[in-house]
């Protein structure tokens, strides 16, 4: 089998559309949080390890507002958005608290300290959570028999169309908050330099618990997404995911927002063709076995070539 | 990488908290009690699994309390102490080490293969006996540790009985394997796949994944272009349940086959009608037909809800490692091991005997199917 030989070839290229599409949704989730990882890291430079337990709960509050409704018959299509509604608030206080909490009177702490710290509030968040909802398995529950559609030859859900559209359009809403506004504007400044903006009479304080709001509310619905793409949540499936959507937002530039959509996107892909083609393309030498090592070695050589990742600026500009 | 220090750094840390967490629970109840170890992962995504397990050996510890047994001439009392292994390796072998320095006389565990193999070598040079409810990987008694025991029939016993299942029930002609690549996943799988040719069957595809993730399209992608009858998958419920899902989602008619891993109360209700049709199997006989079986279903879903998966079988194990102690009149492992070696112990699981390995003699295996929301059992394979 090799890939010059036609019928693997003619494999290859009836499941690319599925596999383009599963990268897309995938790669959808990971732009999400790694927005939040990226905002963070541009205004204060610090690197929120929490940030993938917010997604978590994100999930497991859904979830759990979903059950107390389920309880009232009331209809998916009004249960679902109030929902996640619901839920934005919730995650929004969390990120708030964790930055007036763990990260504020670090501010002027050595960079390892608030490292360290997000450490502690991102294991702290795991075992409230395994408190709150148990170890396991929690099933999301409305989402159960959806049958597939086809479109271009891939099968796709209502779920995953909706993950795709709702991706894009709270990236681009952040997009225009972040250049078009005021709020926006006063992000900006502080990610250049805080303390002029300081003197310019920015409140860095309201900045900054503002980005964690926007990163978390964002944290959240992508933990909604993946929870009701796969069908369950559970206490650890944070970390995962947000170590993953960290390399996004590094692959894309960290720091910057148009670098994490397009580290997110990409990441996504690789990963879904890295699993689906290594096999066939390297004649069964390395399988799926090596999705991660493939994903993580394209990391790596974009960081040799361009250190500071795909749209990311270079070191002098910012110091 | 930033992330890869991180991660270590996140691993220790929640190693040294949960390590002194159980080691404040341990000094309240000291009080010279004979300490028997339990390991598996209380924390994670197989945490639930692990939970479920150390539910099972509790009750046997406080069952036996109760029975204010007299071994070498004096009134003893159990105390299981538990420990989170995190179903990694790396944290058995310290786990295992803790076990060793707080002198336990014995270990129920580890819950997963990749854990119990590299802590049973040091269980070995301790000489404490380790009685093993759920690791399946045939290394394990193969390494030539004498006190290394299981009380689950082995990936060698229960991949033949899967396969012939396969081609045998299901008539599958074309077959794609999935494994997680734990000692476990890809044990079983790899047994699996030599029994399929064995019996005439074609491995059409081969794919992998791993015990953290959720998301299967990719591989299901390419396997669905390999056209299969059935896809076994050697693994946990945790990535079960969402790969049942994503075949649905693909549009993949083939029979969807799982070893122990699958057969968890947490597969059907997360894979909900996705996990309709699917099979799985799992060492023993039906809990309905063991003569004990009713009655510790009754009692123990009476204290912890339903049963997952390995709570019957840590039962039994603590059950054989004291029954050989009662038998030695002595708790001290190397007084009692030749007795577990000796054991012929009427279990809740099975009628427990051991080979000269360690192994569990013929060893059972039950298939089972979802059906109407509930594992439904099929006839028992020998």
Redesign the interface.
Known sequence: MSILDPSTFQ?LL??LP??LS??L??GSVYALVALGYTMVYGIMGL?N?AHGEVMMFGAMICIAILGVFSGFDINLWIALPSAVLLTLPCCALLGWSIERVAYRPLRQAPKLAP?ISA??V??VL??LA?LFW??????FPAL???T?IQIAGA???SV?IGIVITAAILMWVLYLLIERTQMGRAMRACAQNPDVAGLMGINLNKVIASTFILGSGLAAIAGIM?SAN???A????G??FG?KA??AAVLGGIGNIRGAMLGGLLLGLI???????L??LSNGYF???Y??VFAFLMLILVLVFRPSGLLGEKQGARA | M??IQ??M??TA??LA?SLSLVGCGKKDADNGAVKIGFSAP????Q?????DAENGARLAIEDLNAQNLQIGGKPIKFELLSLDDQADGKVATTVAQKFVDDGVVGVIGHMNSGATIPASRIYNENGIVQISASATAVKYTNQGYKNAFRVMANDDQQSPALAQYAIKAVKAKRVAIIDD?TAYGQGIADGFEANIKKLGGTVVK?????D?A??F???L??I???NPDLIFFGGM??QA??LV??M????IQAQYLGGDGSYTA?FI??????AEGAIASLPGKPLEQMPKGPDFKKRYEAKHGKI?LYATYNYDAVMVMVEAMKRANSTKPQDYLPEVAKTNYEGVTATIQFDDKGDLKNGAVALYKVEKGEWVALPTVQ
């Open positions: 494999v009836s499941t599925q596999q599963n990268g949704i995938l690197i390890f490292l450490i502690g991102s294991i795991q075992n395994m148990g170890r396991g398995n929690i099933p159960q028999n959806l597939p099968n796709i859900t995953q993946v796969y069908g369950q559970n206490a650890t499936m970390f995962m170590l960290f390399c990963e879904s063709l890295g699993a689906g083609y096999g066939q399988g799926s076995q999705q991660d | 930033p992330s991180t991660s750094r996140l840390i929640a908290c209380l924390t994670g995504a945490a639930h699994l692990g939970k690549r081969r794919e992998y994944t791993t953290k959720s998301d399209m990719a591989i992608t390419a669905k272009a390999s419920d945790t349940a969402p899902k994503q649905k989602t693909l549009g947490s209700k997360n894979a909900g009608a996705a997952e």
